[in-house]
């Protein structure tokens, strides 16, 4: 089945560094990826959409310069968390849709845990 | 606009007594529909999906959902519930552009 890696699984940083979390589709070439981020007890918010070689789509209320994400090629995303605070401490999660397939679903990563100290 | 709402925040089970988590959605196409599993801090697994067809869908761990395009619900169901089953279950549809919108989720816990 199609697997979705995330790179680290938990990240701990002090406030005003970078982060940078990668999302790899490991037996599949994904054209679109999406970011989520999950705060404590709460559901999936999407906050962006990744499409290869083209710039990402951000969502509503979703810092473009704070939120970096670059999706260079068909199997890797990265999310690039910059002058990170405690407030963006959260459970980033990923996913990847296979491309060229029909009634496709989307295939998410394990998540990343990021805490800003 | 698309949403999906999950009535029940949280649910008590016994074990080996059935379950159904319910979810209605808004979304003016048909819609595809998911139900994920969520275990404390870990990722998401699906359960079962819906696209088109039969409107009964059969899933992994013995878990069913029902598609009723008149009520835009998508319940998800189980006969017998087990102590693994206790975690967090979200409702998903796909919209136009293929964003997933998640419910709110609910928490199920099961009794020994």
């Known amino acids: 089945g199609a697997v979705v890696s995330q790179h680290p699984s938990w990240v701990i940083c002090k406030s005003g560094t970078s982060v940078k979390i990668e999302c790899r589709s490991l037996?599949?070439?994904?054209?679109?990826m999406f970011w989520y981020r999950q705060f404590p007890k709460q559901s999936l918010m999407l906050m962006a959409t990744?499409?290869?070689?083209?710039?990402?789509?951000?969502e509503q209320g979703v810092e473009k310069d704070k939120f970096l994400i670059n999706h260079a090629s068909l199997t890797l995303s990265t999310l690039t968390v910059t002058s990170a605070h405690p407030e963006d401490s959260s459970f980033y999660i990923c996913?990847?849709?296979?491309?060229?397939?029909?009634?496709?679903?989307?295939?998410f990563g394990p998540g990343t845990r990021l805490t800003v100290t | 606009a698309q949403s999906v709402t999950q009535p029940d925040i949280h649910i008590t089970v016994s074990e080996g007594a059935s379950l159904e988590l319910r979810c209605n959605y808004s979304y003016g196409a048909t819609p595809y529909l998911f139900w994920y599993v969520q275990s404390p801090g870990q990722g998401l697994q699906l359960l079962l999906k819906y696209f088109s067809g039969d409107t009964l869908v059969q899933g992994i761990k013995g878990f069913e959902a029902e598609f009723k395009r008149s009520q835009s619900s998508f319940n998800l169901r189980k006969p017998s519930v087990h102590w693994s089953d206790a975690a967090e279950y979200f409702c998903?549809?796909?919209?136009?552009?293929?964003?997933?919108?998640f419910g709110p989720g609910t928490s199920l816990s099961v009794i020994p």
């Open positions: 998903a549809v796909e919209t136009s552009y293929d964003k997933v919108i």
């Open positions: 996913s990847a849709i296979p491309a060229a397939v029909e009634n496709y679903e989307q295939y």
């Open positions: 990744s499409n290869e070689g083209s710039k990402a789509t951000y």
């Open positions: 037996d599949f070439q994904a054209t679109t």
